[in-house]
Antibody, heavy 113, light 112 residues
Framework: QLQLQESGPGLVKPSETLSLTCTVS??????????WGWIRQPPGKGLEWIGS???????YYNPSLKSRVTISVDTSKNQFSLKLSSVTAADTAVYYC?????WGQGTLVTVSS | DIVMTQTPLSSPVTLGQPASISCRSS???????????LSWLQQRPGQPPRLLIY???NRFSGVPDRFSGSGAGTDFTLKISRVEAEDVGVYYC?????????FGQGTKVEIK
Protein backbone atom coordinates (compact mmCIF):
# COMPACT_ATOMS: atom_id res chain seq x y z
CA GLN A 1 0.00 0.00 0.00
CA LEU A 2 1.41 3.34 -1.06
CA GLN A 3 2.12 5.74 1.80
CA LEU A 4 3.39 9.31 1.78
CA GLN A 5 4.77 11.24 4.73
CA GLU A 6 5.68 14.92 4.89
CA SER A 7 8.51 16.18 7.05
CA GLY A 8 10.05 19.55 7.74
CA PRO A 9 9.95 22.56 10.05
CA GLY A 10 6.57 23.60 11.39
CA LEU A 11 7.63 27.22 11.83
CA VAL A 12 9.32 29.42 9.27
CA LYS A 13 10.23 33.08 9.59
CA PRO A 14 8.92 35.64 7.09
CA SER A 15 11.17 36.12 4.03
CA GLU A 16 12.85 32.76 4.60
CA THR A 17 12.49 29.54 2.60
CA LEU A 18 10.03 26.80 3.49
CA SER A 19 11.47 23.34 2.86
CA LEU A 20 9.49 20.11 3.05
CA THR A 21 10.25 16.54 2.07
CA CYS A 22 7.83 13.76 1.17
CA THR A 23 8.97 10.21 1.78
CA VAL A 24 7.21 7.58 -0.29
CA SER A 25 6.90 3.97 0.85
CA UNK A 26 5.14 0.99 -0.64
CA UNK A 27 6.09 1.91 -4.19
CA UNK A 28 8.89 3.42 -6.24
CA UNK A 29 8.69 7.09 -7.09
CA UNK A 30 10.37 6.49 -10.45
CA UNK A 31 8.83 3.22 -11.59
CA UNK A 32 5.65 4.37 -13.28
CA UNK A 33 3.90 7.23 -15.02
CA UNK A 34 2.64 9.27 -12.13
CA UNK A 35 2.70 12.88 -11.06
CA TRP A 36 3.86 13.54 -7.50
CA GLY A 37 2.60 16.81 -6.12
CA TRP A 38 2.31 19.34 -3.36
CA ILE A 39 -1.02 20.84 -2.35
CA ARG A 40 -1.69 23.25 0.48
CA GLN A 41 -4.71 24.23 2.54
CA PRO A 42 -4.78 27.44 4.60
CA PRO A 43 -6.60 27.01 7.92
CA GLY A 44 -10.34 26.73 7.32
CA LYS A 45 -10.00 27.13 3.56
CA GLY A 46 -9.91 25.06 0.41
CA LEU A 47 -7.19 23.24 -1.50
CA GLU A 48 -4.53 24.92 -3.65
CA TRP A 49 -2.28 23.01 -6.02
CA ILE A 50 1.33 24.16 -5.67
CA GLY A 51 3.00 22.00 -8.28
CA SER A 52 3.90 18.52 -9.44
CA UNK A 53 6.86 16.53 -10.64
CA UNK A 54 6.49 13.76 -13.17
CA UNK A 55 8.28 10.47 -12.64
CA UNK A 56 10.64 11.53 -15.46
CA UNK A 57 11.62 14.67 -13.53
CA UNK A 58 9.57 17.25 -15.44
CA UNK A 59 8.08 19.89 -13.18
CA TYR A 60 4.89 21.91 -13.35
CA TYR A 61 4.09 24.81 -11.06
CA ASN A 62 1.12 26.96 -10.19
CA PRO A 63 1.74 30.26 -12.03
CA SER A 64 0.71 32.17 -8.91
CA LEU A 65 3.66 30.63 -7.02
CA LYS A 66 6.03 29.74 -9.85
CA SER A 67 8.63 32.41 -9.11
CA ARG A 68 9.06 31.07 -5.57
CA VAL A 69 8.63 27.30 -5.93
CA THR A 70 11.03 24.48 -6.64
CA ILE A 71 10.05 20.81 -6.58
CA SER A 72 12.74 18.17 -6.90
CA VAL A 73 13.06 14.42 -6.59
CA ASP A 74 15.64 12.14 -5.04
CA THR A 75 14.98 8.70 -6.47
CA SER A 76 17.75 7.11 -4.38
CA LYS A 77 15.81 8.01 -1.24
CA ASN A 78 12.34 7.65 -2.81
CA GLN A 79 11.59 11.22 -1.81
CA PHE A 80 10.48 14.43 -3.42
CA SER A 81 10.81 17.90 -1.98
CA LEU A 82 9.28 21.36 -1.96
CA LYS A 83 11.04 24.67 -1.52
CA LEU A 84 9.02 27.87 -1.29
CA SER A 85 11.05 31.04 -0.96
CA SER A 86 10.30 34.48 0.46
CA VAL A 87 7.42 33.24 2.56
CA THR A 88 4.85 35.50 4.21
CA ALA A 89 1.99 34.90 6.61
CA ALA A 90 -0.19 34.11 3.58
CA ASP A 91 1.85 30.92 3.11
CA THR A 92 0.69 29.55 6.47
CA ALA A 93 -1.13 26.33 5.64
CA VAL A 94 -1.27 22.57 5.94
CA TYR A 95 1.00 21.24 3.21
CA TYR A 96 0.18 17.86 1.67
CA CYS A 97 2.24 15.71 -0.61
CA UNK A 98 0.10 13.52 -2.82
CA UNK A 99 -0.25 11.36 -5.88
CA UNK A 100 -3.99 12.12 -6.10
CA UNK A 101 -4.82 8.52 -5.21
CA UNK A 102 -2.64 8.66 -2.10
CA TRP A 103 -2.12 11.57 0.28
CA GLY A 104 0.15 12.26 3.19
CA GLN A 105 -1.33 13.26 6.51
CA GLY A 106 -0.26 16.84 5.95
CA THR A 107 2.01 19.10 7.95
CA LEU A 108 1.09 22.51 9.30
CA VAL A 109 3.61 25.19 8.43
CA THR A 110 3.24 28.52 10.20
CA VAL A 111 5.03 31.59 8.95
CA SER A 112 5.75 33.86 11.87
CA SER A 113 8.64 35.72 13.45
CA ASP B 1 -6.57 28.59 -15.58
CA ILE B 2 -9.62 26.34 -15.53
CA VAL B 3 -12.07 27.51 -12.88
CA MET B 4 -14.04 24.79 -11.09
CA THR B 5 -17.36 25.89 -9.60
CA GLN B 6 -19.23 23.66 -7.19
CA THR B 7 -22.85 23.91 -6.09
CA PRO B 8 -24.14 23.88 -3.48
CA LEU B 9 -21.42 24.97 -1.06
CA SER B 10 -23.34 23.43 1.82
CA SER B 11 -25.65 20.40 1.79
CA PRO B 12 -27.55 19.43 4.93
CA VAL B 13 -28.84 15.89 4.39
CA THR B 14 -30.97 13.47 6.37
CA LEU B 15 -29.33 10.13 7.08
CA GLY B 16 -30.33 7.58 4.48
CA GLN B 17 -31.32 10.23 1.95
CA PRO B 18 -29.47 11.02 -1.27
CA ALA B 19 -27.09 13.92 -1.83
CA SER B 20 -25.87 15.44 -5.05
CA ILE B 21 -23.02 17.87 -5.76
CA SER B 22 -22.51 19.66 -9.04
CA CYS B 23 -19.18 20.76 -10.47
CA ARG B 24 -18.83 22.93 -13.54
CA SER B 25 -15.57 23.75 -15.28
CA SER B 26 -14.90 26.97 -17.19
CA UNK B 27 -13.73 24.94 -20.19
CA UNK B 28 -13.93 21.39 -21.43
CA UNK B 29 -11.96 18.86 -19.41
CA UNK B 30 -11.49 16.48 -22.32
CA UNK B 31 -7.76 15.90 -22.69
CA UNK B 32 -6.06 15.52 -26.07
CA UNK B 33 -5.62 11.83 -25.19
CA UNK B 34 -9.41 11.45 -25.05
CA UNK B 35 -9.64 11.08 -21.29
CA UNK B 36 -11.41 13.49 -18.96
CA UNK B 37 -9.35 13.97 -15.83
CA LEU B 38 -12.08 14.99 -13.41
CA SER B 39 -11.86 13.56 -9.92
CA TRP B 40 -13.77 13.86 -6.67
CA LEU B 41 -12.10 14.00 -3.26
CA GLN B 42 -13.58 13.60 0.20
CA GLN B 43 -12.09 15.35 3.21
CA ARG B 44 -13.45 14.20 6.53
CA PRO B 45 -12.95 16.56 9.51
CA GLY B 46 -9.32 16.62 10.59
CA GLN B 47 -8.24 14.27 7.82
CA PRO B 48 -6.36 14.67 4.54
CA PRO B 49 -8.34 14.47 1.33
CA ARG B 50 -9.08 11.02 -0.06
CA LEU B 51 -9.73 10.06 -3.68
CA LEU B 52 -13.27 8.84 -4.29
CA ILE B 53 -13.81 9.04 -8.04
CA TYR B 54 -11.40 9.47 -10.95
CA UNK B 55 -11.95 10.11 -14.66
CA UNK B 56 -15.55 11.19 -14.05
CA UNK B 57 -17.08 7.93 -12.92
CA ASN B 58 -14.48 5.40 -11.77
CA ARG B 59 -14.69 4.55 -8.08
CA PHE B 60 -11.30 4.26 -6.43
CA SER B 61 -10.38 1.12 -4.53
CA GLY B 62 -12.37 0.68 -1.34
CA VAL B 63 -14.91 3.41 -2.08
CA PRO B 64 -18.48 2.30 -1.27
CA ASP B 65 -20.79 1.88 -4.24
CA ARG B 66 -23.21 4.47 -2.83
CA PHE B 67 -20.82 7.02 -4.35
CA SER B 68 -21.15 7.59 -8.08
CA GLY B 69 -19.87 10.14 -10.55
CA SER B 70 -21.24 11.23 -13.88
CA GLY B 71 -21.01 13.98 -16.46
CA ALA B 72 -19.09 15.05 -19.50
CA GLY B 73 -17.31 18.05 -20.99
CA THR B 74 -17.85 20.82 -18.46
CA ASP B 75 -20.62 19.50 -16.20
CA PHE B 76 -20.12 16.81 -13.60
CA THR B 77 -22.01 15.39 -10.65
CA LEU B 78 -21.16 13.40 -7.56
CA LYS B 79 -24.05 11.49 -6.02
CA ILE B 80 -24.34 9.72 -2.71
CA SER B 81 -27.29 7.35 -2.94
CA ARG B 82 -27.90 7.06 0.83
CA VAL B 83 -25.90 9.34 3.11
CA GLU B 84 -24.30 7.71 6.13
CA ALA B 85 -22.80 9.42 9.17
CA GLU B 86 -19.26 8.69 7.95
CA ASP B 87 -19.93 10.72 4.77
CA VAL B 88 -19.83 14.00 6.69
CA GLY B 89 -17.08 16.22 5.37
CA VAL B 90 -16.09 18.46 2.50
CA TYR B 91 -16.13 17.24 -1.08
CA TYR B 92 -13.93 18.72 -3.80
CA CYS B 93 -13.93 18.27 -7.52
CA UNK B 94 -10.54 18.67 -9.18
CA UNK B 95 -9.25 18.67 -12.73
CA UNK B 96 -5.92 17.33 -13.93
CA UNK B 97 -6.56 17.82 -17.64
CA UNK B 98 -4.58 21.03 -17.86
CA UNK B 99 -1.91 22.68 -15.75
CA UNK B 100 -2.35 24.36 -13.36
CA UNK B 101 -4.49 21.71 -11.73
CA UNK B 102 -7.43 23.34 -9.97
CA PHE B 103 -9.99 22.51 -7.32
CA GLY B 104 -13.57 23.51 -6.69
CA GLN B 105 -14.33 25.54 -3.58
CA GLY B 106 -15.60 22.49 -1.73
CA THR B 107 -19.08 21.39 -0.68
CA LYS B 108 -19.73 20.70 2.97
CA VAL B 109 -22.01 17.72 3.56
CA GLU B 110 -23.54 17.62 7.01
CA ILE B 111 -26.33 15.74 8.70
CA LYS B 112 -29.58 17.59 9.41
Amino acid sequence: QLQLQESGPGLVKPSETLSLTCTVSGGSISSSSYYWGWIRQPPGKGLEWIGSIYYSGSTYYNPSLKSRVTISVDTSKNQFSLKLSSVTAADTAVYYCARLDAWGQGTLVTVSS
Amino acid sequence: DIVMTQTPLSSPVTLGQPASISCRSSQSLVHSDGNTYLSWLQQRPGQPPRLLIYKISNRFSGVPDRFSGSGAGTDFTLKISRVEAEDVGVYYCTQATQFPWTFGQGTKVEIK
